[in-house]
């Protein structure tokens, strides 16, 4: 009955694994430490209400579409609805966003390709050591990345419910070998005066509206699935971030992360340097897995806008998307953390506002009779605008104060 079932949705199932896969990236690795620096309480209290924020941006994002005739991507949305304005700081959002988030991503996969490899004796006798270097594991990954984004959307729609699929086994195993390891006073502590800290990280974490477009595509026909795929492809996020954190914060603490490094306050290291070698490879595993399927679905999606809102050949478009972040790991133009932090308050800002506005005007401008149709929301919406405005200002003031 189950596979029957599985069978007959196949597109519900690689849509929603598009969005949960593009949601769940590098982001995971950075939450823990961020909410235990406020408290498992008030953190997870965070998550909940930014997973709201962004399940209403991604059904506003969603009906919007359903609203609109051709296929857009999101700067092409913001155009039909907001004009020249919208497009243009669209576009500089999404490349602003998805740029940093490729360049993270490429980086982040070399370091957790290598310290899983270095958690397995044996390869070290029979590899080179040039396959042990970061960026050599980088460039394999941006290779077999490339061939997945040449080969398209319906091949990438399998991929991501398979890596999805593992992903979810992977952090469930995660959190079974480590249940007996958690302490109550990690869970405990808390410090209402960093409870804006996690702010950013979080919000990196929830980004996903570039994959609304992609999931439209993937249904085809089954567009009255569309509502379902998204609030479960935003809600499955929600659910392992808060187990991940229970998890991570339960068995680690805030006073050993702290006694990190900065650039070593990741999830699958403190993990490995406080509980076990073992649970460190599943952490490793998890961190290649979520970093991989958003990586393919991102780079996608930027393809996407200069092929279809901007009109270049695809192959130009591929050349532009993969290009950069490739130049940027070569000569090592920035940090994995300074990628994610642009990438999370700025970009994730910018694309809910104009989100939320597009959404207004599409209830009155769209051409096309959607599927489902949400209210207005006028209320919700200004309370995200003002949220994320919050957000990038108090960005700022952490940058320059």
């Not at 952090?171 to 950013?200: A, H, R």
């Amino acid at each position: 009955m189950v596979i029957s079932w599985c069978k007959n949705n196949s597109k519900l199932l690689k849509a929603t694994a598009t969005l949960t896969g593009t949601v769940i990236g590098a982001g995971i690795l950075g939450i823990p430490y961020v909410v235990s620096k406020t408290g498992l309480v008030y953190g997870s209290a965070i998550i909940i209400l930014i997973g709201i924020v962004f399940l209403f941006l991604n059904l506003f994002l969603a009906e919007t579409a359903l609203r609109t005739k051709g296929k857009h991507q999101l700067s092409g949305y913001m155009e039909r609805y907001l004009g020249k304005w919208g497009k243009r700081a669209m576009t500089f959002s999404m490349m602003v966003g998805i740029y940093g988030a490729l360049i993270a991503y490429l980086i982040g996969e070399g370091e957790s390709l290598r310290a899983l490899m270095l958690q397995i004796p044996f390869l070290s006798s029979i590899l080179p050591a040039i396959f042990f270097e970061p960026i050599t594991l980088s460039l394999v990954f941006f290779a077999l990345c490339t061939i997945i984004i040449f080969l398209g959307v319906h091949e990438m729609g399998r991929a991501e419910l398979l890596v999805v699929s593992f992903m979810v086994i992977v952090l469930l195993l995660i959190c079974v070998l480590s249940v007996s390891k958690i302490q109550v006073n990690y869970l405990t502590y808390s410090d209402l005066s960093e409870i804006f800290f996690p702010l950013g990280v979080i919000i990196f974490a929830f980004i996903g509206s570039a994959a609304i477009p992609e999931m439209e595509e993937i249904l085809g026909k089954d567009r009255k699935k569309f509502r379902g795929a998204v609030i479960v492809g935003t809600l499955i996020p929600v659910v392992l971030y808060l187990f991940f954190c229970v998890t991570v914060i339960g068995t680690v603490g805030f006073e050993n992360f702290e006694a990190l490094a900065a650039n070593e306050r990741i999830a699958t290291i403190a993990l490995s340097q406080f509980i076990s070698p073992t649970l460190g490879i599943f952490a490793n595993i998890l961190a290649i897995l979520a970093m991989f399927t958003s990586f393919i679905t991102l780079g996608i999606a930027l393809v996407e806008m200069y092929d279809y809102d901007y009109k270049l050949s695809r192959n130009l478009s591929i050349f532009l998307t993969l290009s950069l972040p490739l130049i940027a790991l070569i000569f090592n133009l920035t940090t994995f953390m300074a990628a994610l932090a642009i990438t999370g308050i700025f970009a994730g800002g910018i694309d809910g506002i104009l989100i939320v506005l597009a959404y207004w005007k599409a209830k009155v401008m769209g051409n096309r009779k959607p599927e489902f149709a949400l209210k207005k929301n006028v209320v919700i919406g200004y309370t995200i605008i003002f949220l994320f405005v919050f957000g990038m200002l108090q960005q700022l003031y952490f940058m320059f104060v």
